[in-house]
């Protein structure tokens, strides 16, 4: 069955590090995109992508970085991590421009020490 | 500054009830309305839909409704039973930032009963 998975599920960091998240998905969707989930914020859209090559910069982009060099992946890289990126990532991803739906991953508690 | 709202954090129902859990909205351009229901340790899921050109949409046990003039949508799930204790996040879309962009609530935690 297709899928989409994230890695690792939780991660402890430092302030300063790079860090950065795995999203892989087997739907061969041309979209997929990143959201951080906080308290009273619900889910907030950081990076997207609508296909290999192409990224985009969501609502809440400051400090993350992403690239596509296939279908399948999408990193989210925080450069230099914060205490403020704390938080629970998901991966998504949809079919083209058209689809509303938004397949998720399971999520990734980050938490930046 | 939150585009969709939903000001109920908790809501808690006996099993067989119907759960109604409501969403508003500021901006008038959003045009496609869904709802997602998460369980802990996972990801969201996708439940239901539906256009502004309609006002009502039914899958099952569970009917979005939209009202337009109000910037209003619910949620009605009949009869409610205990697997569908989760949360429950509506989303809007514009046409102006497409269907990929998706703005979400804070989300609503429903406990189911027995």
């Known amino acids: 069955d297709a899928e989409i998975t994230q890695s690792p599920r939780h991660k402890i960091t430092e302030t300063g590090r790079q860090v950065t998240l795995a999203c892989h998905q087997t739907w061969n969707h041309n979209n997929m995109f990143w959201y951080r989930q906080d308290l009273g914020h619900g889910l907030r859209l950081i990076h997207y992508s609508y296909g290999v090559h192409d990224t985009n910069k969501g609502e809440v982009s400051d400090g993350y970085s992403v690239s596509r060099s296939n279908t399948e992946d999408l990193p989210l890289t925080l450069e230099s991590a914060a205490s403020s990126q704390t938080s629970v990532y998901f991966c998504?991803?949809?079919?083209?421009?058209?689809?509303?739906?938004?397949?998720f991953g399971p999520g990734t508690r980050l938490t930046v020490t | 500054d939150q585009q969709v709202k939903q000001n109920s954090p908790s809501l808690s129902v006996q099993e067989g009830r119907i759960s109604i859990l409501n969403c508003d909205y500021t901006?008038?351009?959003?045009?496609?309305f869904l709802w997602y229901k998460k369980y802990p340790a996972e990801g969201p899921t996708f439940l239901i839909s539906i256009s502004s050109i309609k006002d009502k949409n039914e899958d099952g046990r569970f009917t979005v409704f939209l009202n337009k003039s109000a910037k209003h949508l619910s949620l009605h799930i009949v009869p409610s039973q205990p697997g569908d204790s989760a949360v429950y996040f509506c989303?809007?879309?514009?046409?102006?930032?497409?269907?990929?962009?998706?703005?979400f609530g804070t989300g609503t935690r429903l406990t189911v009963i027995p």
């Open positions: 989303a809007a879309s514009s046409p102006r930032t497409g269907a990929n962009n998706l703005f």
């Open positions: 998504a991803s949809s079919q083209d421009r058209t689809s509303y739906e938004q397949y």
């Open positions: 901006n008038s351009m959003f045009d496609y």
